[in-house]
């Protein structure tokens, strides 16, 4: 629907209410009632009306530049709400984690660009502490974090994913069909590096153990290739495990070391509008996978 500026730029182009009505699909006097108003709200006549048709009045000729003006930005605008819409031209910046990123995240985006071909999606990988810090300065829109592990930003739990003990196979723990972390600080031991709050870490204090960790490991698929050549065994999260088991023992820890695997952001009204759309899927989508 137009607006009286563009009403009023679709007379002076045809040069005619009549014609500006019909292409526009209104009545002639509906048209005419809007300039009407337009000129009353500029406090100015605008269209001096002749035999010979409509002329602009002086005041007409001073301001027909500047309605023209607004009426191009107010196209301008509802295209790009349009685009917006479709997502057009839209690139959504997220801050992850390997498991997210490799297991929970293409299925999602295959599905999302679906939907919005044009999108795009810039990952950028990292810990908790890292990414709560992009989320911070703004160089991601929203990241994915340990619920318990960041502070001053907007944090939504989307699921919980809990440890398993990984073992190499032929490991005398694997005849268990449960492992306690007792069992595990025994062993020597690989430990996942989650930057400044480890689940692991947290869990072996609160239990009162010192493991032997003779690695720390950033990378969950080098821990697994570690785990398969006996260098020591490990504690993973399930969702970094899966499609992963070959070589290994798997099996669940007693205590249920587990994180609250969230979305985080800064504020949601300045959330860019193709990033609160994902959001919005991911809330939607993530509990049924």
Request: charged fraction near 25%; aromatic fraction near 10%; include cysteine.
């Amino acid at each position: 629907m137009l607006s009286r500026c563009g009403i009023f730029c679709r007379v002076i182009e045809t040069g005619s209410f009549t014609r500006a009505a019909e292409q526009l699909g209104y009545t002639q006097s509906a048209v005419s009632q809007t300039v009407k108003a337009l000129e009353q709200e500029l406090g100015a006549t605008l269209i001096e009306r002749r035999k010979d048709g409509l002329v602009l009045t002086a005041d007409g000729e001073r301001l027909y530049p500047h309605i023209r003006g607004v009426y191009h930005a107010e196209a301008a605008l509802e295209q790009r709400c349009r685009e917006m819409q479709g997502l057009e031209d839209s690139t959504i910046h997220m801050g992850v984690f390997t498991s997210v990123s490799r297991n929970l995240l293409p299925p999602l985006m295959e599905r999302f660009k679906q939907r919005y071909p044009q999108v795009r999606f810039l990952l950028r990988q990292g810990e908790y502490t890292s990414i709560s810090q992009w989320v911070q300065e703004g160089s991601v829109d929203f990241g994915f974090v340990n619920a318990d592990a960041v502070s001053g930003l907007t944090v939504e739990v989307l699921y919980r994913d809990e440890m398993a003990a990984v073992l190499p196979e032929g490991h005398p723990l694997a005849e268990q069909p449960v492992l306690s972390l007792r069992q595990l600080a025994q062993e020597p031991f690989i430990l996942l590096d989650e930057g400044a709050y480890s689940v692991l870490r947290h869990a072996f204090q609160e239990a009162r153990l010192s493991p032997r960790i003779e690695y720390e490991v950033y990378d969950d698929y080098t821990i697994l290739a570690m785990v398969r050549q006996h260098l020591g065994v490990s504690a993973m999260y399930r969702l970094a495990i899966q499609g992963f088991e070959g070589g290994l023992a798997v099996r669940p820890i007693r205590e249920k070391p587990e994180r609250p695997v969230a979305l985080a952001w800064k504020r949601w009204e300045t959330l860019p509008f193709a990033a609160r759309r994902f959001v919005e899927f991911l809330r939607k989508n993530v509990p049924t996978l």
